[in-house]
């Protein structure tokens, strides 16, 4: 996402976001009485969530919310452009958070050997089956929040278990499975405010639909949703990504494993929602 101040005067200020393709951005109720926050849609697509209410903005199409009253979640359909124009300052303070939550993701990526593009592509691919499952505003946040920085505990994990080469000892693994925890807490914590959203999606990110996951066992609906979207979708990544130890599996095969574990270790709704999609990764 990219965000340019285009003028502000006594505290209104007009923004331009840019977003690409299922970029997500969240509007929470505003402490600010009588605030005033609109959108116009400049090029592209924007649905707007609110609650389980879904509406499609295009390009020329404008709205307002006066003063925002529930969480609203609005997503790119495209590559889209919107302009934001808000009743208070907040350009500056939301700028440097924008960039640190951009530093973060990359720098948690480059810890576990990953790329940027890896943690940004897992969360790309959660919030099209999120949408596809028709979660909520709240839902949507949490997924995109919780998908971009659901390994983030790792950067607790010592490096000669998180980069060994083969198969970790029962030992080993028994510390790399507390990253769901140490995730769940430095979400929580109270320097990083807008992770909290996300912060389950984190702690439960590789429990299992029959209960053989980690950290708790939980089974079934006791899943966090979104936790179980991005369970299919981080499997998913692992299996088509080069990694030390394994050829990665072709799309196809990748697609026919998730299908075989359908109601076993992946939630139903959530493959039939992935199989939708799939096509469009
Ligand atoms: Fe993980």
Not at 215 to 233: M, N, Q, R, S
């Amino acid at each position: 996402m990219t965000i340019t101040l285009l003028g502000s005067h006594d505290g209104v200020e007009l923004i331009r976001h840019e977003l690409k393709r299922y970029g997500l951005m969240g509007f929470y109720p505003s402490s600010v009485p009588n605030a005033f926050e609109g959108i116009i849609v400049l090029r592209g697509e924007l649905q707007v969530t609110c609650a389980r209410q879904s509406t499609v903005l295009s390009a020329g199409s404008a709205m307002s919310m006066s003063p925002v009253q529930e969480v609203v979640c609005v997503i790119a359909k495209e590559n889209t452009d919107f302009l934001y124009v808000t009743s208070f300052s907040l350009y500056s303070w939301y700028k440097d958070w924008v960039e640190r939550f951009h530093q973060m993701a990359s720098d948690i990526a480059q810890k576990d050997g990953y790329t940027a593009s890896h943690c940004e592509r897992i969360r790309k691919y959660s919030v099209m089956i999120g949408c596809e499952l028709g979660l909520s505003a709240y839902e949507l946040i949490s997924l995109s929040c919780g998908a971009l920085f659901h390994d983030i505990g790792k950067v607790k994990i010592p490096d000669e278990i998180l980069r060994k080469p083969g198969r970790l000892t029962p030992e080993e693994f028994d510390i790399m499975k507390m990253h769901t925890i140490y995730g769940r807490d430095l979400m929580n914590s109270p320097e990083h405010p807008f992770l909290h959203v996300g912060s389950t999606v984190a702690e439960q990110h590789h429990e299992r639909y029959d209960g053989s996951g980690y950290p708790y066992g939980l089974k079934g609906d006791e899943i966090y949703l979104p936790a179980a979207i991005v369970a299919v979708v981080d499997s998913y990544d692992a299996m088509t990504s080069e990694r030390p130890y394994q050829r990665p599996k072709s799309k196809r095969e990748a697609i026919e494993e998730i299908q075989s574990l359908r109601g076993k270790l992946y939630d139903p709704r959530v493959v039939d929602a992935f199989l939708k999609v799939v096509d469009k990764f």
